[in-house]
Structures are given as C-alpha cells and as structure tokens.
T-cell receptor
Framework: DVKVTQSSRYLVKRTGEKVFLECVQD?????MFWYRQDPGLGLRLIYF???????EKGDIPEGYSVSREKKERFSLILESASTNQTSMYLC??????????????????FGEGSRLTVL | GIQVEQSPPDLILQEGANSTLRCNFS?????LQWFHQNPWGQLINLFY???GTKQNGRLSATTVATERYSLLYISSSQTTDSGVYFC???????????FGRGTSLIVHP
C-alpha cells in the first residue's frame, strides 16, 4: 500500500519561529504537493514538486518555501510563523507519466495531516 | 483556472438512507477523483473516475465529462460514512488537482 507520512500530527509554535513540516512517501511518486485546509475554504495548494529539486508555486505560496532534495521527501518551511498560518497542512503524492503529448497522473494519496497552531 | 462546485454543502441523513453528491466543473477535465475525509482529517481516495461509472461496495460514482459533472452515490448510509467528501479535477495541460469546497455529511444512528 502507498504510504504518505507526515512528521507531526499536531504542532504548537510561537509567532516568528521557523517551522519545518516533513512529508515522506514510499511509492516512488514523481509528484508531491502541499495543501492547506481551512474551514469553508477547502484545500488550497501552497507548492508542488514534479521532480527532485523542482518546485512550483501554487495558489497561496506567500510565507512558505519548500525543499525536495530526495524524491521521497518534500518539506514545507515557514520561515517566520504568523498567526494566520494556523491551519491544517496536508501533503499528497501521485505518479505521473508522459504519454507523448499528454501528461497523465495517477491517484492522489494523502498523509494524515499536520495541525499547526501559531500563538 | 477551472472552477469546481460541489453540492449540497451540508447533508444530514438517518442511517440507512441513500444520498447523491454532485460535483460540477467549468471546463473539460483529464482526471477526476472523489475523496472522503474522516473526522480525524485523513483523506482517502474513493474513486479515480475521469469518465464512466465505477462501483465499490455501497459507493458508486459516475462522471459525464461531456456535461461537466460527476455524481457520488452513497447507498444504505452508515455512521462511518460521516465526514467531508471532496472532488478534485485536473484540466488542460495541468496535472495539479483543483478541489471543490466539499460536502459535509453527517449520518445519525
């Protein structure tokens, strides 16, 4: 079975602290994603990566950075945490394959989520 | 970008009832997935269904890509079906899933 593991289920940090959220997947997926989930707003994409050292901004990248040094690991970094970054953070991964003119993707698998509170 | 709308936003059922959840999207899609988020926050992939119909136990899903909607059917609902149901689509040349805002389902015993 595919497993996506997030390093912490619950974190409490103070304003201004640097926060690392780690995500590891064990199925050799090319794509990895970080989403943020807030009540009434659904899932919003922060960053995604389609290969090692490759990253692209999503819809709400401000205040966040990411790192993908190895294929299985995708880290989300909050350089200086703020109270408006209190949220549920969800990591996900999927395959993709190149069918010539079309890129196709497989099922999306999620980790259990990391609930961050910034005081 | 593509717009994804789910309805209804909230649904309350008695155990044993059937329900239909809808996902409308504003453009043609390459892929469509349905997810269930349990009360502890874990999202589980239910169906990977860019077109056609699939069934898995009491759940089934149909995507009519030409009319830009998908339906998730839950029959004989159980309390464990409670949670939030999301659909997510990929369109155009993008392989990044865009999510709807979800349908919150509560099933009472």
């Amino acid at each position: 079975d595919v497993k996506v593991t997030q390093s912490s289920r619950y974190l409490v940090k103070r304003t201004g602290e640097k926060v690392f959220l780690e995500c590891v997947q064990d199925m050799d997926h090319e794509n990895m994603f970080w989403y943020r989930q807030d009540p009434g707003l659904g899932l919003r994409l922060i960053y995604f990566s389609y290969d090692v050292k490759m990253k692209e901004k999503g819809d709400i990248p401000e205040g966040y950075s990411v790192s993908r040094e190895k294929k299985e690991r995708f880290s989300l970094i909050l350089e200086s945490a703020s109270t408006n970054q209190t949220s549920m953070y969800l990591c996900a991964s999927s395959f993709y394959w190149d069918r010539g003119q079309v890129l196709d993707t497989g099922e999306l698998f999620f980790g259990e989520g990391s609930r961050l509170t910034v005081l | 970008g593509i717009q994804v709308e789910q309805s209804p936003p909230d649904l309350i059922l008695q155990e044993g009832a059937n329900s239909t959840l809808r996902c409308n999207f504003s453009d043609s899609v390459n892929n469509l997935q349905w997810f269930h988020q349990n009360p502890w926050g874990q999202l589980i992939n239910l169906f990977y269904i860019p077109s056609g119909t699939k069934q898995n136990g009491r759940l089934s899903a149909t995507t009519v890509a030409t009319e830009r909607y998908s339906l998730l059917y839950i029959s004989s609902s159980q309390t464990t079906d409670s949670g939030v149901y999301f659909c997510a689509v990929e369109s155009g040349g993008s392989y990044i899933p865009t999510f709807g805002r979800g349908t919150s389902l509560i099933v009472h015993p």
